[in-house]
């Protein structure tokens, strides 16, 4: 019966998310009157948080938008990749 030799650099396993749910290291605040991008180096925003007002549009990764329902000091985890803000209302992106 032949053995099974594997070349050194084929991986196992698959790589891991390094972070759990619910834990972030990094927040980026989107101030009123805002268009935030989360393209390139931004772009791995995992979880949403209204700060304040209720005038905004969250584009999802997904497809859809959220226009409306969103409670204040809520963590949302859904991924963004487009936040409009308007009038006094900010948004914390949360990685």
Known sequence: ?????????????GSRE??????YT????????TTFHCTGSEAKYSAV???????????LRDGGNVTEGLTAGVVYEFVPTKVVTVASTGVNLLK
């Open 1 to 13: 019966m032949a053995t099974a030799t594997y070349a050194p650099f084929v991986a196992r396993t």
């Open 18 to 23: 390094t972070t759990s749910r619910g834990s």
């Open 26 to 33: 990094q927040v980026h605040f989107v101030d009123a009157s």
């Open 49 to 59: 948080q209204l700060v304040s007002g209720s005038a905004y549009t969250i584009t």
